[in-house]
């Protein structure tokens, strides 16, 4: 089921999924935005889900011993395969609240808060390590965006992020541009550092991530895009340090019908 409202102001979407076979809730979520009179735009999400979808080929995650629902009906009854695929489905929780402000007529300032958490999974049937539950998650975003600064259609972002997660702290500063060179020309090149603190070793880890994509409309309905980019990682150990490198290319068409 959804229910859906707009206006000028204000807009409230919310979904609702029920499993009627395992009688259970596989989806709720809300989403709400709402523009005050000074501009400043509001926006709230409410997420709970079922992490996967609920569905009986859940069963055969961390199977060791069956790739197939009918291979496991050989060694186990169809409600415990039912019992299996509920223990391996996850519950994730996530609320975000978030609000965005022009300063000018081409800056605008934007921040938001979340907050997350993942339950464990339960072992069972051949699957004897359960996936453990995560701490509560907390996501802090801060941008500032910039539009129509050195030519009409040009949109810079940039980016302040802390992440304070069950397994690491991780802080981010980015930068996300576009520019238009033609009409049917767009480049869009990006970068990001993260320094992550690993709890569990207590080691510090240096992470950078730049990127590029060219995109060109060759046609109305077609365009080719190209994207290159590399992450270079440096992490300082109790032993010592590690690096790796890693680069990649993509290549590809986008067709709108």
């Known amino acids: ?30 989403q709400g935005n709402w523009t005050t009179s000074s501009d400043i735009t509001v926006n709230m999400v409410l997420d709970y889900r079922n992490s996967p ?10 199977e060791p011993v069956f790739t ?3 291979e ?12 299996f695929a509920e223990d391996r489905t996850a519950t994730s929780k996530l609320a975000t609240l978030g609000l965005t402000r022009p300063v000018s007529e081409r ?10 958490k993942l339950s464990g999974t339960v072992a069972s049937g051949n699957v004897t390590v359960p996936n453990p539950a995560t701490d509560n998650e907390f996501f802090y975003n801060l941008q500032l965006i910039g539009s129509n600064l050195i ?15 069950t397994t690491s702290d991780t802080t981010s500063l980015s930068i996300n541009t576009r520019y238009p060179v033609t009409t049917d020309f767009r480049v869009n090149p990006r970068f990001r ?15 950078y991530r730049p990127s590029a994509r060219i995109t060109w409309r060759a046609k109305r309905r077609f365009r080719l ?11 300082e150990i109790v032993t010592g340090s590690t690096e790796s490198r890693s680069y990649f290319v993509n290549l590809g068409y986008r067709a709108d019908f």
Request: charged residues 25%.
């Open 1 to 30: 089921g959804e229910l859906r409202y707009f206006d000028p102001k204000r807009s409230f979407f919310t979904l609702v999924d029920y499993d009627i076979f395992y009688n259970q809730l596989n989806t709720a979520q809300m």
């Open 53 to 62: 979808i609920l569905t009986t080929s859940n069963a055969l995650q961390g």
């Open 68 to 70: 197939t629902i009918e």
């Open 72 to 83: 496991m009906l050989t060694g186990f009854t169809e409600d415990q395969v039912y019992g």
């Open 107 to 116: 800056l605008q300032v934007s921040g938001d808060v979340t907050l997350s």
């Open 151 to 165: 030519k009409p259609g040009d949109i810079t972002i940039l980016g302040l992020r802390f992440i304070d997660a």
């Open 193 to 207: 550092v993260d320094f992550r603190k690993n709890l569990s070793d207590g080691s510090e880890q240096f992470i």
């Open 225 to 235: 895009e190209a994207e290159l980019g590399g992450e270079w990682s440096d992490r």
